[in-house]
């Protein structure tokens, strides 16, 4: 019922720039928080930005000032602007949604299949 599908990841070298898509379906981000989370090889899933159902987003250090979330509602897509990347903001992407009263990443939430995101030196 719920499906949440990423696009837009590649390989780019240091200082370029991705913008990802998560479009969804069985949802709305009218009615769900939003987040993309990226895993690193050997490394714990770990959230970069979200977005409330008010629109108010938050990045996590390493990103703030790099990357952008944003989320159309026509769409019911939420993005990801990735700018200056650089070789630690390499692994998979995910997006992810949670109703209201629920967690990001919680057990309530649904997920991507994710995108991979590699960036060289």
């Known amino acids: 019922q719920v499906q949440l599908v990423e696009s837009g990841g590649g390989s780019v070298q240091a200082g370029g720039s991705l913008r990802l898509s998560c479009a969804a379906s069985?949802?709305?981000?009218?009615?769900?928080?939003a987040g993309w989370y990226r895993q690193a090889p050997g490394k714990q899933r770990e959230l970069v930005a979200r977005?409330?159902?008010?629109?108010?987003?938050n990045y996590a250090e390493s990103v703030k000032g790099r990357f952008t979330i944003w989320r159309v509602n026509a769409q019911n897509t939420v993005y990801l602007q990735m700018n200056n990347l650089a070789p630690e903001d390499t692994g998979v992407y995910y997006c992810?949604?949670?109703?209201?009263?629920?967690?990001?990443?919680?057990?309530?939430?649904?997920w991507g299949q994710g995108t991979q995101v590699t960036v060289s030196s």
């Open positions: 069985g949802i709305t981000f009218n009615e769900n928080r």
């Open positions: 977005i409330s159902v008010f629109g108010i987003s």
């Open positions: 992810n949604a949670a109703p209201v009263g629920r967690e990001l990443g919680s057990q309530y939430s649904h």
